[in-house]
């Protein structure tokens, strides 16, 4: 098995973000992707991380294989990449290791790393598709900065889709805040509700994760979400590569 990412400074950033939602994981490699997902030890929400052959410098496995690791052990590995290196991802001949390896022709240096795969026992899980009463299809920018400001005010952050655009709130010990990014042209908003407005409250911890490990991968962001069901934020890069995250409503007191 070989994987050699088209983009090494992306994968690294992937991993840097999906090591937060899942500490450890099962690398699913097939002959058309790499495949990065499964739910969060507090089991509030569920990723699905795909990087397509068409994203790949190589792509190549003999048969279909599950490979667990740790997340942040593969994250440090991949600490020092940079934009223009190369990185190599494989197996040992006994299977009982990762072999991560990067090449930066600018200083002319070669690292390598090992690090101890392990038996993760993971349930697959089906998402189904379903169609949301609120959509936000906006750039990546104005969505995570407007999250990240947001999100000193409390640990909950509620989401509203009215007439005045996409709402985003917060309370807590600092007060509270309020704002609003409006419906411009180079933004996308649909209500499927028969109501006035869509509304739900997601917890903020998980969703800065989401978007950092999904702001590095693409210009824009549809974030999908009702009082009903798990919120999903997706984010598409390359050509054929996606990552995608659900996260359950924030049960208010």
Avoid: W
């Amino acid at each position: 098995m070989e994987i050699v990412p088209a983009d090494a400074s992306l994968f690294r950033a992937s991993i840097e973000g999906l090591k937060e939602f899942l500490p450890n994981a099962e690398l699913r490699i097939s002959a058309d992707s790499l495949k990065i997902c499964g739910m969060d030890a507090s089991h509030v929400g569920f990723v699905d991380y795909v990087l397509a052959k068409a994203d790949c410098e190589t792509l190549k496995t003999k048969h279909n294989m599950t490979i667990g690791v740790n997340l942040a052990h593969l994250s440090v590995a991949l600490s020092n990449v940079g934009a223009g290196d190369k990185v190599a991802i494989s197996t040992s001949k006994a299977q009982d290791k990762l072999i991560v390896s990067y090449t930066n022709t600018k200083l002319g240096k070669k690292a390598l790393y090992e690090i101890p795969v392990m038996d993760i026992q993971q349930d697959a899980l089906d998402v189904p598709n379903v169609t949301y009463a609120g959509s936000v299809l906006m750039k990546t920018t104005d969505l995570f900065g407007t999250i990240k400001e947001v999100a000193r005010f409390g640990d909950g952050i509620e989401f509203r889709l009215n007439d005045d655009g996409f709402v985003l709130m917060s309370s807590g010990d600092m007060g509270s805040v309020k704002q609003t990014l409006e419906n411009t042209d180079d933004r996308e908003m649909v209500m499927n509700s028969e109501e006035d407005e869509v509304f739900a409250t997601f917890a903020t911890k998980y969703i800065l994760s989401i978007m950092k490990a999904g702001a590095p991968l693409s210009a824009t962001t549809q974030v999908e979400f009702d009082d009903k069901q798990p919120m999903r934020a997706s984010f598409k890069f390359g050509s054929a590569s996606h990552f995608v995250a659900y996260l359950a409503p924030k049960i208010m007191e």
